[in-house]
Nanobody, 123 residues
Framework: QVQLVESGGGLVQAGGSLRLSCAPSGRTFSSYAMGWFRQAPGKEREFVARISSSGGYTDYADSVKGRFTISRDNAKNTVYLQMNSLKPEDTAVYYC????????????????WGQGTQVRVSS
């Protein structure tokens, strides 16, 4: 069974940093584009960042551009989301996802999802 397992969430003060990790199990995702999404209470799940299969291309939502960095280590089959200068509005459950088809910001295009990891940013 294919699973994506996120870790690294927690409680942090505004201005702080966290690094999320996503480690798939059951198969390798080195040929998949990978993305991070988030869902705040009462809101829809939204795109945060994506990275191409090779790691050569990245893309970010405007709300996190310049503060978050997505990266991947295909040798370790792991994707990361480094989050700096965190704000209370970044509070959400963060999800890792794998896109077999290519390069998308739409959650419906992603084929595999993790269970999510909670990030809380206090003011």
């Amino acid at each position: 069974q294919v699973q994506l397992v996120e870790s690294g969430g927690g409680l942090v003060q505004a201005g702080g940093s966290l690094r999320l990790s996503c480690a798939p199990s059951g198969r390798t995702f080195s040929s998949y584009a990978m993305g991070w999404f988030r869902q705040a209470p009462g809101k829809e799940r939204e795109f945060v960042a994506r990275i191409s299969s090779s790691g050569g291309y990245t893309d970010y939502a405007d709300s996190v551009k310049g503060r978050f960095t997505i990266s991947r280590d295909n040798a370790k089959n792991t994707v990361y989301l480094q989050m700096n200068s965190l704000k209370p509005e970044d509070t959400a459950v963060y999800y890792c996802a794998a896109d077999r088809g290519g390069w998308s910001t739409r959650r419906s295009d992603y084929d595999y999802w993790g269970q999510g990891t909670q990030v809380r940013v206090s003011s």
